[in-house]
């Protein structure tokens, strides 16, 4: 699997405090089989979490000194989770200049125009479809970060539909079948995945804990009932987002 969402880097967000937790989880992540990781800490204007590039890219070299120096066997590439903000579009600005990239306060899923972006979880934000939209002209790809754990999008699966048709990729958290957020994510997960609505699949995960892996692709197998489609879900796409094709 490669995992395109994760809170692994330390000190930085809600996810890992302390560099040992960052390897406690990598270990379970090799262990689950996982090859390939982008870390993707949050980034929401206006709070604790803000950390800018150069920041985050110290820690992100450090960890991989760190997981070298363990003899962890995982790909590791920077990006961020970012909370949708009308001013998106600034922020990231210029950003495929790769000479430029530590000038700016966001990172784009390893240094691509893939965006990976969050939505308020129980409100609809009335600008969110006019951001993106904004985000696509200027040739970036939004990721829509776990939809299924959105309530408006519980109440109406269409929602995302817009989302899809202007460019935008949808990211499920494969944690969601197994009963984490709650039976309405559950459900509006399996639907998505019924419609093929879904890109790709994630971890999100935020503390050293159990992947439970197997688990979810045993319940993918159930609901999609083609392992090629698993695999798109869980490697190719995920593997065309890291590559930026």
Same mark, same amino acid.
């Given at each position: 699997?490669?995992?395109?969402?994760?809170?692994?880097?330390?000190?930085?967000?809600?996810? #890992?405090?302390?560099?040992?937790?960052?390897?406690?989880? /990598?270990?379970?992540?090799?262990?689950?089989?996982?090859?390939?990781?982008?870390?993707?800490?949050?980034?929401?204007?206006?709070?604790?979490?803000?950390?800018?590039?150069?920041?985050? =890219? %110290?820690?992100?070299?450090?960890?991989?000194? @760190?997981?070298?120096?363990?003899? &962890?066997?995982?790909? /590791?590439?920077?990006?961020?989770?970012?909370?949708?903000?009308?001013?998106?579009?600034?922020?990231?600005?210029?950003?495929?200049?790769?000479?430029?990239?530590?000038? +700016?306060?966001?990172?784009?899923?390893?240094?691509?125009? +893939?965006?990976?972006?969050?939505?308020?979880? @129980?409100?609809?934000?009335?600008?969110?479809?006019?951001?993106?939209?904004?985000?696509?002209?200027?040739?970036?790809?939004?990721?829509?970060?776990?939809?299924? @754990?959105?309530? +408006?999008?519980?109440?109406?699966? #269409? =929602?995302?539909?817009?989302?899809?048709?202007?460019?935008?990729?949808?990211?499920?958290?494969?944690?969601?079948?197994?009963?984490? +957020?709650?039976? %309405? #994510?559950?459900?509006?997960?399996?639907?998505?995945?019924?419609?093929?609505?879904?890109?790709?699949?994630?971890?999100?995960?935020?503390?050293?804990?159990?992947?439970?892996?197997?688990?979810?692709?045993?319940?993918?197998?159930?609901?999609? @009932?083609?392992?090629?489609?698993?695999?798109?879900?869980?490697?190719?796409?995920? #593997?065309?987002? &890291?590559?930026?094709?």
């Amino acid at each position: 699997m490669i995992d395109l969402h994760c809170h692994i880097l330390p000190s930085i967000d809600d996810g #890992a405090k302390t560099f040992d937790d960052s390897l406690a989880m /990598l270990e379970q992540a090799e262990k689950a089989g996982i090859t390939d990781i982008v870390l993707t800490p949050h980034y929401m204007k206006g709070t604790v979490y803000n950390a800018d590039n150069v920041k985050k =890219w %110290g820690l992100y070299q450090e960890l991989r000194k @760190r997981a070298n120096d363990a003899g &962890i066997n995982i790909n /590791l590439y920077l990006g961020n989770e970012i909370y949708i903000d009308a001013k998106m579009g600034e922020m990231l600005a210029g950003y495929t200049n790769e000479q430029s990239e530590l000038m +700016y306060e966001v990172s784009t899923l390893n240094s691509t125009k +893939y965006v990976l972006v969050e939505f308020p979880v @129980r409100t609809e934000d009335k600008s969110v479809k006019t951001t993106l939209f904004s985000l696509v002209q200027k040739g970036f790809i939004p990721v829509i970060a776990h939809p299924e @754990r959105y309530f +408006y999008v519980q109440d109406n699966q #269409a =929602w995302v539909d817009d989302l899809i048709h202007m460019g935008c990729k949808l990211q499920g958290n494969y944690m969601s079948l197994l009963g984490k +957020y709650g039976k %309405g #994510a559950e459900k509006t997960l399996k639907k998505l995945l019924l419609e093929d609505k879904i890109f790709c699949l994630a971890s999100d995960i935020h503390k050293p804990e159990n992947y439970k892996l197997d688990l979810a692709q045993k319940k993918l197998m159930k609901i999609v @009932r083609d392992k090629n489609k698993i695999d798109e879900l869980l490697v190719t796409n995920p #593997a065309m987002i &890291i590559r930026g094709k």
